[in-house]
C-alpha cells in the first residue's frame, strides 16, 4: 500500500505485471487484423495504456497509424443515458483496420458506440483492446477483442484512470482504500 494526497491506495496491477500483459497483447494483435492499422485511443483514461500498447506494438512489428477520440457518456446522476462525440478522429477509417483501445470495459455504452460508429464509417474491421474488463457492470453485449485483466467489482485509480482528476499518474492500478 501506498499513500497520494491523503490517500490510502492499494495496488491491484503492479507496473511489471502491466508491461508484461502489454508485450503479450502486442503479439496477439499483431497476429490479428494488423494490416494498415488505424490505432484510436479513447480518452481520456486511456492515454498511458494506449501509449505503452502502441510502443509494444511497434516491438511486435506493427507500425500503426495512431488517432485520438474523446467521448462522454451523459444522461442523469450516474447513469448513463447515452455517449456523445466531445472531440472525433481526423482520418478516413474507410476500409481499413481499426483498434479501438480503452482503459475499462464496463457498461459496454461507450465502446459498442465507437466500435459501430467506426463500422458506420466504413471500416473494414475494428477490435477493441481494453486494460481491464470489469463484466459484471456490463450493460451491453459487447465483449472485448484482447483484454488486459479481468477486473474484480473495485473503483480503480492510476495508469491513466482518476478519480476527480487525481491518481492518473500512477504507474500501476490500484484501490483506494481509505484515508491514510
Same mark, same amino acid.
Given at each position: 500500500?501506498?499513500t497520494?494526497?491523503?490517500?490510502?491506495?492499494?495496488?491491484?496491477?503492479?507496473?511489471?505485471?502491466? &508491461?508484461?500483459?502489454?508485450?503479450?497483447?502486442a %503479439?496477439?494483435?499483431?497476429?490479428?487484423?494488423?494490416e494498415?492499422?488505424?490505432?484510436?485511443?479513447?480518452?481520456?483514461?486511456?492515454?498511458?495504456?494506449a501509449?505503452?500498447l502502441?510502443?509494444?506494438?511497434?516491438?511486435?512489428g !506493427? %507500425?500503426?497509424?495512431?488517432?485520438?477520440? @474523446?467521448?462522454?457518456?451523459y444522461? @442523469?446522476?450516474t447513469?448513463?443515458?447515452g455517449?456523445r462525440?466531445?472531440?472525433d478522429?481526423?482520418?478516413?477509417?474507410?476500409?481499413?483496420?481499426?483498434?479501438?483501445?480503452?482503459?475499462?470495459l464496463e457498461?459496454?455504452? @461507450?465502446?459498442?458506440? &465507437?466500435k459501430?460508429?467506426?463500422?458506420?464509417r466504413?471500416? %473494414?474491421n475494428v477490435?477493441?483492446?481494453?486494460l !481491464?474488463d470489469?463484466r #459484471?457492470?456490463?450493460?451491453?453485449?459487447?465483449e472485448?477483442?484482447y #483484454?488486459?485483466?479481468?477486473?474484480?467489482?473495485?473503483f480503480v485509480v492510476?495508469?491513466?484512470?482518476?478519480?476527480?482528476?487525481?491518481?492518473r499518474?500512477?504507474?500501476?492500478?490500484?484501490?483506494?482504500t481509505?484515508d %491514510?
Amino acid at each position: 500500500m501506498i499513500t497520494v494526497r491523503g490517500k490510502t491506495i492499494e495496488p491491484l496491477f503492479t507496473a511489471e505485471q502491466i &508491461a508484461e500483459r502489454n508485450e503479450a497483447l502486442a %503479439a496477439q494483435i499483431a497476429a490479428g487484423p494488423s494490416e494498415d492499422l488505424l490505432v484510436i485511443s479513447v480518452l481520456k483514461g486511456s492515454f498511458i495504456f494506449a501509449a505503452d500498447l502502441i510502443r509494444a506494438l511497434h516491438h511486435a512489428g !506493427l %507500425a500503426p497509424e495512431v488517432e485520438f477520440i @474523446t467521448l462522454s457518456s451523459y444522461g @442523469t446522476g450516474t447513469v448513463s443515458k447515452g455517449v456523445r462525440i466531445i472531440r472525433d478522429i481526423d482520418s478516413d477509417v474507410k476500409g481499413r483496420n481499426v483498434l479501438l483501445i480503452d482503459d475499462i470495459l464496463e457498461s459496454g455504452r @461507450t465502446l459498442l458506440f &465507437a466500435k459501430e460508429l467506426m463500422y458506420e464509417r466504413g471500416a %473494414a474491421n475494428v477490435s477493441l483492446a481494453v486494460l !481491464l474488463d470489469k463484466r #459484471v457492470k456490463r450493460q451491453e453485449v459487447l465483449e472485448a477483442d484482447y #483484454v488486459g485483466f479481468e477486473c474484480p467489482d473495485y473503483f480503480v485509480v492510476g495508469y491513466g484512470m482518476d478519480v476527480a482528476y487525481a491518481f492518473r499518474e500512477l504507474p500501476f492500478v490500484g484501490v483506494v482504500t481509505g484515508d %491514510a
